[in-house]
């Protein structure tokens, strides 16, 4: 199995992705953002970074490059696509997620640990993990403050697409647990068809005990089973959002 | 064909909460700027652009601002042609 | 007309070289008279520009150079000592660390937000130039005190400048140190810190080899920008220079900086190139020369074809330019259309501008005619080099004198009431509102983020772990500087020590006033030789470092602040070390012995507002006992944690043992009592070195006191580790306190937040 790990310039994680798709057990495979292809691979992640410096808005000028468009092509037809920190704000400025992610509330730069809650372990990407879950991994940006406007906002809680949700240790949604000003405390979500996800804090740095969290790595296993699983023939997913096409 | 300076003015969606102003406005209330009632923080974009008249100028870096130079889920913009470069 | 193989003339419009403009180049008669003697002619104005950059303090180390000399530089460890961009260690397993350190200080108190960026960016370079990935920054910040507005406007833009350029190239912070003292109200100290991880076998160095390589300039165009920046930096400041010096800040480009990072690794990789060099200060002029320098060889080059970004750009100009984000890189004839072609993929501009000689010169053309054509060598080794005697201050010998020791008693609610203030002094209290904007866990290697001992990352793919530190405590320095020197080295050994790694080299960053004062001389000469004692029985040599002069305002010299950036290696990360209490039960055991030195503590200056007293004295012999100790410690995974006691002595020490991390640290209580016939507050507050607060649990308790007793090591228990939600209680003689863990957490935890008007 390959998964395609997208290095834009500036890109910063992409070998912490590739050794997180390495440890889940699938073959990471580097992919340059001036090719125009995704060469077979069975999903892809852009990770985080500071694609074209983040100059003008974090993704603007990232979804222009020339491998957003077999990108987009890939997500259209039901292939797996995660998006982590800045690969969450090209997401959503290619259109392939909605909303935008503002400047923190802070209006500074944060790094620190995060604790979320899982809402939905019945994505592609959260299978290994339960719901009501709490988890924890770092996160580290500037612009992560979740915002759409109020009828997609409540698109997203009916449908169920809100993924993770900022909280404390108990799992308590709390204005003091949201970090960096996300409405609704929204710290991942995934589109309507299911199959891309967006995120920001860093399951990718959060794979190893020793370096603190291990909780991150469920994410990619969960990733590779639903490739897997996939992989012979069309599968639906339940309460009827069907995945469009095939992922190879 | 002639280069015309083209000014565009992007800015946060009305309603859209806006930490920045938010502290510069808290900042100006706190050396006595009383009056000021409100703060918007946005961005100006300075280009000169090749074209055949201003009109036809300020309506293809529309077109570009709808593309990428503003962000249409959080903010708008306005484009104005400031003469001949 | 002269041609291109002629001598370089006076270009139009050119000023006549007259003693002032030899003056304003900051060179003294007898060095021109030295210029003339190398050149054999006099200089044109190009070249006197040249001079006046490579001869500058910042390049030539004119007032340094001798005394540094004096420092140990070698181990069987040393791949690299002083003189190349980076110093490099063999760190086993076939790895190589390149580490240094470097001043932003004068850029960061004009302008803190570009100031400080671009010194992150200039350490970078440094660090990737020798073929080394970057893999962590550190950072040693002073300031003044944060009542101050101005130290307040400073910390925001230093730290967010620190921040902005680091986390955009996408290398994690891994620690360092941030002072607060009115000693640096005018002038901050900004000192950043890189460290990179190279394969052993290919490294690369800075040198201009092969006659008839390429030689390209890469990366940012050049502007007019910071002209004389590297004489600027040797200058003092002075009242109403701040405007006027205004069109020399840098702007950086941290992603400019991310492609030059890949694309010289790759390059270096490829095999394609022979050499690498950051155009640091002066710019073109000291990359050019010193690659023509170190190989011996000679390098010419137009400027005509420097791509530019002003026009009308002089040679002079040109060459003395210190944009940012460029590179000069040397291709091997024939491969330079494969070093373009990496280039092109990383986006990047890159010019031919000249070829490698052999003719030991540096040689510059303007499109085609010379303007400039100097020896390499007298122009990158000629400067001379001076030791004027100094003296110490009347003032400082007469505050080292003071007698101090009323100030240690203190007892009952007030003694209580001095551990909270010293716990919530800015100096001492966590540095958690810094530290979060800077990314600590990018590249996913971060063992032991800041806010512990020191900072530890693993190398990827290895158990091998990197432990680093920076240190310097000013106040001691300025009362002592040979003693708080050797406490710099020594403290920072402990730091690193602490968290299972050996010390095993330094680089340094000296930062002081004006060189032309007696009393400066004294303070410089002494801290040399205090860092030259300590490295020598630590064996932690020095691998190279930087000085900075000129650190003064209106004859207000900030505090000699020598900065020691240590590293170490731990063989298995898992054997990694904390700083924080863990577990209930556990016996806490004090490494070393109580003295209650007071002076110059952060206690006599929060308190008292005193900064006297002799700094705490250093037992260099005791300290390496100790930094071998704890690494066999470590070894034996028999201790459940480890601090060095240092600012704001064993109650600080004590407290943030208790405390842990934000955010996902669980604060422990713990019950001490010291028994040592010493004045409460000298006890509790004293700075004195060589000690370390340890826990384990009780049956790994015997085996830890047989390694410090084989050691030779004083080993002490000293108290038992509470519940969680409890209190630091403390028996003392005739004291008790009793410090709830929500009070020490407010005061530890919000100090900087409520100084900085940011409430947690």
Redesign the interface.
Known sequence: MRIAVITLPGSNCDQDCHRSVEAAGATAVPVWHREMSLGGADAVIVPGGFAHGDYLRPGAIARFSPIMTPVVEFARSGGLVVGICNGFQILCEAGLLPGALLRNRSLRFQSHDCALRVERSDTPFTSRYREGQVIWMPLAHADGNYYADPGTLEELECEGRVVFRYSDAEGESTEEANPNGSLNGIAGIVNEGGNVLGLMPHPDRAIDLALGWQDGLPLFESLVDSVRQRAPAPVAVAEGRALAGTAR | MSRFRVEVLVTPRPGLLDPEGGAIHHALASLGYDEVAEVRVGKAIYLEVAADSAAAAAARVEESCRKLLANPVTEDFAVTVRGEA | MSGANGAPRPRPGDPPITPELVEDHGLSPSEYELILDVMGREPTFTELGIFSAMWSEHCGYKNSKRLLRLLPTTAPWVIQGPGENAGVIDIGGGWALAFKMESHNHPSAVEPYQGAATGVGGILRDVFTMGARPVATLNSLHFGDLEMARARYLLEGVV?GV??YG????IPSMGGEVHFDRGYEENPIVNAMCLGIVRSDELIRGEAEGVGNTVMAVGARTGRDGIHGATFASEELSEGDDEASRPQVQVG????E??LLEASLELIASGDIVGIQDMGAAGLTSSGAEMAGRSGTGVEMDVARVPVRAEAMTPYEILLSESQERMLVVARAGREEAARRVLE???LEAATIGQVTDKGTFRVLEDGVPVAEIPALPLTEGCPAYERPGEESKEVRALRAQDISRYGDLSGDDLQAAFLEVVGTPAVASKQWI?????????????ERPGGSAGLI?I?GTDLGVAASTDCNGRHCYLDPRSGAAGAVVEAARNVACTGATPLAITNCLNFGSPLRADIRHQFREAVLGIRDACAHLETPVTGGNVSFYNETDGKAVYPTPVIGMVGTIAD??KFVGHSFRRPGDAILLLGHNKGELGGSEYLYTLHGVVAGGPPTVDLEAERALTRCLPAMAERRVLSSAHDVATGGLAATLAECCLGR???GRPVGASVRLDDALPPAALLFGEDHGRVIVSASPTDEAEVREIAAKHGVPCAPIGTVGEERSSLQIHLRGEFLELPLGTLADRYFGAIPRAMDDEP
């Open positions: 967010r921040g902005d986390n955009c190239v996408g480009d941290p992603y400019t991310k492609l993929k990383w986006e530290y979060e904007q800077y990314d600590t866990t990018v590249r996913a290697s971060s063992i693993r990827p990360v898992a934000p955010r996902t």
